[in-house]
């Protein structure tokens, strides 16, 4: 560890790329044609793009060196070969498959796993997870605990799965699960970590309803990195030690490689079961590609390969968590309510504590996400009622938390820029209580957080 208090990156720039510089009155123009939907604006018009994490990070120098090697070969690839190498050196899964990104590794492992009457029981899913659930006829299960829903605590593994209700929903149903699934990091809860302790359990009570495990890997490098600082006995470990035991308690994963694999685009879905993976990759040939690109081109099979060596490396995630941390802790000594502790990759404010006089069905998150933009520039994502408060039978009610999320891409800002978003959050949480909220004047029937459009409420 350093001594010293100051978060420097590891790394040089080599590139620069101009942010335009909008001014508050464009930005109010910007919103009424975007119809209040941050997903709906021009990314130039956004000073600090703080949407995604997904597939928006800065790839290193032997990332880019990396690809010139990538050969497309249709079938065979040597690039898929390094590609299939890296994850199964962190992830000793018998099958691996490419996929061009996260969500459709879950299309085609829910399409063929799910269905009507089946349950998918999970820590938190998030939102194209559930869609793709939901698309099936089946159902999406959240059994995260207590704490995972209590933004003000500091319980260090809010991930967790509740292994109380896992075994009663497996008493009760267990016919309707074809696989439990477990988030890692658990990003619809803040970004919070599962520990080793609650895998293993987890395992433990679906090897006794001979029930599969898998894992949503997206952020396995900053879990395994909370495990090692935060988990009894774990401080001396190497990171890749504790992903591939993360690995060894599951029985395969759906992964978008646009996250901890510090990559554009990709990602794949592993598995144990031959029969299984026999009937996904037949869906991945209708869907995405043969079974050696899976809809990548090889020198993005390439960047994966060598993001997935860097990703695991302790001057990076000492870095990428703890730049986190800076943004969050200091919001929360301001009196900030933010989710605690802070998670991996994202700031998770805590719109329903800062905003409550706006009702739940009204979106807080949503208004305090417009004002971020407003203000500063700032563009976040809502994580709470438009997001998860629509269900399948046209039904709306408050989820259980309403938060815009901050996340942070990958080797992208400097500390600077996260000073300045500091700036831009105090100065909107001065003027919270002003705030209106806001009503959805169209909304597509799936995922409508992505296009809906919105108004004020007067």
């Not at 990156?9 to 080599?14: G, H, L, S, Y």
């Not at 952020?219 to 988990?231: G, L």
């Not at 690995?247 to 029969?275: E, F, P, R, V, Y």
Request: overall charge neutral.
């Amino acid at each position: 560890m350093s001594d010293f208090k100051t978060i420097i990156e590891p790394f040089r720039i080599k590139s620069v790329e101009p942010i335009r510089m909008t001014t508050r009155e464009e930005r109010e123009g910007f919103l009424r044609e975007a119809g209040y939907n941050l997903f709906s604006l021009h990314a130039d018009t956004v000073i600090i793009d703080l949407l995604t994490d997904s597939g928006t990070g800065a790839m290193s120098s032997e990332q880019w060196a990396a690809m010139q090697r990538g050969d497309e070969s249709y079938a065979g690839s040597p690039s898929w070969f390094r590609f299939e190498a890296a994850v199964k050196k962190l992830f000793a899964f018998k099958h691996i498959i490419p996929t061009h990104q996260g969500r459709a590794a879950e299309k085609i492992l829910f399409s063929v796993i799910g269905g009507k009457g089946k349950v998918v029981p999970s820590n938190t899913h998030f939102d194209t997870t559930r869609a793709n659930v939901e698309a099936t006829g089946a159902e999406g299960v959240d059994l995260v605990i207590a704490e995972g829903k209590v933004p003000s605590s500091r319980h260090p593994f809010k991930g967790n799965v509740d292994l109380g209700r896992l075994e009663s929903l497996l008493v009760e149903r267990g016919a309707d699960v074809p696989a439990v699934f477990v988030t890692v990091t658990n990003n619809s809860g803040g970004g919070q970590p599962v520990s080793l302790e609650n895998l293993r359990g987890v395992r433990a009570v679906c090897d006794r309803f001979k029930k599969p495990l898998f894992l949503d890997g997206c952020r396995f490098a900053e879990n395994a990195w909370f495990i090692r600082e935060r988990e009894p006995g774990q401080g001396e470990r190497e990171v890749a030690d504790i992903v591939r035991e993360i690995g060894s308690l599951a029985d395969g994963m759906t992964m978008s490689a646009k996250k901890d694999a510090i990559a554009n685009i990709g990602g794949w879905l592993a598995m144990n079961d031959d029969q299984l993976a026999q009937k996904c990759r037949t869906v991945l040939i209708l869907t995405e590609g043969f079974p050696t690109y899976g809809g990548l081109a090889g020198r993005d099979l390439e960047a994966i390969a060598q993001g997935l060596e860097e990703v695991v490396q302790h001057d990076y995630l000492r870095y990428r968590v703890g730049s986190t941390a800076y943004l969050g802790e200091r919001l929360s000594a301001a009196g900030v309510p933010v989710v605690l502790p802070i998670g991996g990759h994202a700031v998770f404010l805590d719109a329903r504590a800062m905003l409550p006089h706006i009702d739940p069905l009204q979106y807080p998150g949503q208004a305090l996400a417009v004002e971020l933009y407003r203000v500063g520039g700032v563009r976040g994502c809502e994580i709470g009622t438009v997001m998860f408060g629509r269900h399948p039978d046209g039904s709306e009610t408050p989820a259980a938390m309403d938060l815009v999320r901050l996340a942070i891409p990958r080797r992208m800002y400097t500390q600077s820029h996260i000073d300045y978003v500091l700036e831009v959050v105090f100065k909107v949480a001065e003027n919270a209580k002003k705030l209106p909220g806001y009503r959805i004047s169209w909304e597509p029937p799936a995922l409508r957080h992505f296009t809906a459009r919105f108004e004020p409420v007067a």
